[in-house]
């Protein structure tokens, strides 16, 4: 093991292995089109993760529990355009195929080019894209772009994604709406009506039996806004009547939990330093956390 280096995930050591988990940087930031400030989310997520405590009661051992982890250098930003910079991304988490990927980002345009990286190594057409968020991201385009970060749902289907499961959708145009409703690769748990005090908990368990019946590859997108904004105040986004915490902490056990899942890695996007107590960068450091132990976790069972 090498000496303890500032900067890495969880402060933990670097090693020199093939890790088992890699944490990559995207500051990517180019269609933003309300709250600024998700380029500097992957560097403040990373410093809040020190500050995380290494004990999940899914692990033996305090993490990285025997495994290696691996906090890669930044994605470099190099592009003249924004397809430049959505191929470079896609060069980027291309290098990392072998190990179990978590994505700090960075808008959630950067969603399509992951998924381009993806197809590397399976076909996009078995994949469930698994996406927590406040919006559908399924607009066609927005203010003239198709690549917006309101589009990267919709552009991943294009690229042949072959199924979305969205939960916590509360914000979402007209053209979303009857997208969702008309294509059957779309299935949507409108955050009302899994917080509704009548029938929300029949939803959510709805929400969690389909997940645990995923069989093949899943990916898992978490835009931090699918949250309430008492958890992500800074969010690009944010919209109020949003999942709780620990909605999505078992979100994330369940995926890594199904028993036909083949779990090939997640991102956490449109993270924005809050200045203010940091809440929003320590609560995707916590969520990614939690990814990492999850997965870990369906490691040891398997390997048992």
Not at 18 to 38: F, H, K, N, R
Not at 280 to 295: G, N, Q, S, Y
Request: contains cysteine.
């Amino acid at each position: 093991m090498t000496e303890f280096a500032q900067g890495t995930f969880l402060g933990l050591p670097e090693s020199e292995d093939v890790a088992d988990v890699a944490i990559l940087s995207v500051p990517y930031e180019l269609t933003t089109s309300y709250g600024q400030g998700t380029c500097a989310g992957p560097e403040a997520a990373l410093r809040a993760s020190a500050q995380v405590e290494l004990y999940d009661p899914l692990l033996p051992e305090d993490l990285p529990c025997g495994f290696t982890l691996h906090t890669a250098q930044p994605w470099d930003g190099v592009g003249g355009n924004l397809q430049e910079q959505l191929e470079g991304i896609t060069n980027y988490v291309s290098q990392f195929q072998s190990s179990f990927p978590i994505i700090l980002g960075g808008e959630h345009g950067m969603l399509p080019a992951i998924m381009k990286a993806v197809s590397q190594q399976v076909d996009l057409s078995e994949i469930t894209l698994v996406q927590i968020d406040a919006h559908a991201d399924l607009r066609d385009e927005l203010d003239g772009e198709p690549d917006s970060h309101a589009c990267a749902a919709r552009r991943s289907l294009d690229l042949g994604v072959g199924k979305i499961l969205q939960i916590g959708i509360r914000a979402f145009a007209r053209e979303e709406a009857t997208f969702a409703a008309e294509d059957a690769r779309v299935e949507s748990w409108l955050a009302r009506d899994v917080l509704n005090p009548c029938g929300g908990e029949a939803m959510w368990l709805n929400w969690l039996n389909t997940l645990s019946e995923i069989e093949g590859p899943v990916w898992l997108t978490l835009d931090i806004d699918g949250l309430d904004v008492a958890y992500v105040p800074t969010t690009g986004t944010p919209v109020p009547g949003g999942l709780a915490y620990w909605q999505v902490v078992e979100t994330i056990e369940t995926i890594a939990s199904a028993p036909g899942a083949n779990w090939l890695g997640a991102d956490v996007n449109e993270i924005v330093p809050d200045s203010n107590n940091h809440v929003t960068e320590f609560t995707a450091a916590m969520l990614a956390t939690k990814i990492v132990a999850a997965h870990l976790a369906r490691r040891l069972e398997d390997e048992a």
